[in-house]
């Protein structure tokens, strides 16, 4: 059905660099650009927090090496930079951008929130979503759905360079005058919509601009996801064959599709407020500031689902290789993602319950909210039961998975606690949220992505990562994960605020009890540089690996997904001949098979999804 | 272990409401604590039990439709439960029509970068009048008696969080938000401010104090006499 054109391009001509490697067409150098860019960002992102983590142990201290300054070795002391004034902020030409923003090497407070900002903009934005949704999508899409690419190459490659374009522009904020955006990935108006409330000009604007840029590039990845999962699916790959993972990226193509207008067009009502003198944020002039409230997080809750989906996908792909077992109630596990789709709608309001948003709206919120918990449970139930009776490796993929579980359950239960208008009172906007979070989306997604990027590579690249290396990757960053966001339920329990620059201005929390929050601070952000520090040995594995690990043969870990069933390295157009699916992606351990696995492409007379299908016969 | 005993960790309540919420919190604790140890129990039982071991394999097990149900079913009481019992505490903190009456003290806050505003609208009871009394980060409240707040800020939105209160609001711009405590031991509070308002956000901050009965009248008197 869509094997047309692309099987000239199987085995002749050499494609010139640029195609190949820049403007590339092929989902597969697509998705490894996303992959490399992601990895990247990630790093950029992570620095950023290591900057505001030292703030917060230690305030109003020169960070070390890039901010020892003359006036500190030479007095020992430096003016805290909150005396500044507003104006100063302006007259750049007298600085450097160091000095601006560092003044006396001490992180100045705007920067701060610049930095706490753009840290959640860059690992939200351009992390997170182009890992799990651009680099896996890309790659596992077609290979997984036995397709030679995407429906449409050319929009692939526009939406990885638009990507790459909203990078450009959010990265370039840093440098114009004023400063970068400051006013929180949530970016609540007016804060944000008037100039002369924080001082930030360019920096909020770019912020803007660059995220609907994003967007435009997120809406042409899900046009794509959307169209090739319904259209272009092998034989035999009916929908109820389909590997989880492509379920999870279909129904997030889906809410990307539908939630994106929504923030481009609060961002652009945020451009016109500050550029065209328009107010529809502003009290004064008419407008609503919980207007962008509304709108953002109509948006931005969608968002973090977007965000775990594709991360529960994976994970419920290696499971069950590595158990070597069915996955555990495959259509509850569908209908379930079903059931977050389609709840994550109408539950927005959660974010909002102390905003001042009538209380009665609260309490419907609230009652969503709870329910959206019960197919997060139902997630993690089926996974336990995945392992029951189980045969499991403890390969790296594994151990990201088993992490990924347990992480998400944390993540989740607090969930719980926040879902409780009552409760949320008190920790609202408190480091509980914080600690929430990073469970889900770096607990849940991130170690799903590191999971993923081990698992998958040896398909990517052709070669093996290191597993000793990933071992220790996978070790320290685990321990340092933990060690690094679970005291922060603590200090929400303390009462400790998110987003403030210094802490011992408060004596509440100097005095928490049994410990001060100080020490705890500082743990936290001994752990956080332990855990900055390990990611290089995994960006080290992967560098290396592309080029030295050891040459991986077509079914590494004996799955029976389609994209093991395509060449390694998989040429261009994937498939020989298209394969022809047969039954479910979870058959493993066959009772009467003569080996573990039952790879998709092979008849199997013994399991009930096993009823062969006429061969030619069309996905519907 | 007691740093992973969560309620520990609140700051002393005083207010008459605040224990409501605690309570709420602790029966959370508690219900995702055992949550969290029954899973964490299973996983490792199951990793440790059912590793790769040489001449056992793994069992064909599709899933099984009666536990979908059961745990369907559980977790769903549970969380409707639990959203069921606190609509009363929601109701009785943030309602307006279930203030209780006969405050012993009205005053509006304004937030402001990076200040509270306390206007006390004097002995007429009206605000924008001479007697107005206007005070900067401080607040100051009779024990015992309920305080009613009219909550609103100047240019960006600051939110209004006093730990030991358990209450927090945001204070919007353009808008006048309700809302009531009831203080029940006197002493100095920190207010910080909860939502990012600017470079300043870190340090806003301004000072409840909760006066015993006899020291209130006479700071009210000091104020605007008899
Ligand atoms: C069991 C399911 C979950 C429940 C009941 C839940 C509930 C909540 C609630 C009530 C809040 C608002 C807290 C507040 O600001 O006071 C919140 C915040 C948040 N949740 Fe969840 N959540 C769940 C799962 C997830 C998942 C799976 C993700 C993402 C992967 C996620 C990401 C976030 C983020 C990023 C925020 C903070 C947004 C911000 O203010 O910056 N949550 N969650
Ligand atoms: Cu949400
Ligand atoms: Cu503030």
Redesign the pocket.
Known sequence: MNDHAHDSHDHHHEESFVRKYIFSLDHKMIGKQFLIFGLIMFMVGGGLALLFRWQLAWPDRPVPIIGVSQTYLEEGEVATAADRKWEERFDDDKETWLETNMPSGVIDPAFYNSLFTMH?TIM?FFVVVPLLVGAFGNFLIPLMIGTRDMAFPVLNMLSFWSNMLGAVIMMAGFFVPGGHAGA???GYAPLSSVVDLSGVNWGQNLWCISLIVMGISSLMGSINYITTIINMRAPGMTWFRLPLAIWALFIVAILLLLAFPVVASALALILFDRMAGTSFFLATGGGDPLLWQHLFWFF??P??????LP?MGMASEMLPVFARKPIFGYKSMVFAMIA?AFLSWI?WG?????SGMNPALGLSFMTT??L??VP??IKTFNWLGTLHRASIRFTVPMLHSLAFVSM?VI??????????APV?IY????Y???A??HY??FG??VFAIFGGIFYWFPKMYGRHMNATLGKVHFWISFLAFNGVFFPMHILGVGGHM?RIANPMQYEFLQQMQPISAQPINVFITICAFILGAAQFLLLINVFWSIFRGKVAEQNPWQANTLEWHAPTPVPHGNFGAIPQVHHGPYEYSVPGADKDWTPQTEPNGESPHGEPVPAGATAD | MKWLNFPAWLPENVSTFGQGVDNLFILIYWITAIVFLAVMAVLVVFIIKYRFQEGRNAEYIEGSTTLEIVWTAATTVI?FGLAMLSLPQWNKIKFPSQFPGNPGAVVQVNGKQFNWDMTYPGPDGEWGTDDDLQLENQLHVPVNEVVHIRLTADDVIHSFFVPQLRLKQDALPGRFINMWFEATKPGTYEIPCAELCGFGHSGMLGYLTVHTEEDYAAWISERWGE
């Open positions: 959640a939200v929180g990935w949530t931005a809750h968002e973090v689902y977007i965000l775990i991360g977050i539950v959660h974010h909002m319950f102390q909210t709870m959206i918990a997060s449970a998400f993540g989740g239960l607090s969930g719980i606690f926040m879902a409780n949320d920790i609202h906007d408190t509980f949220i914080v929430h979070i889900v989306v849940g997604s998110r | 969380v």
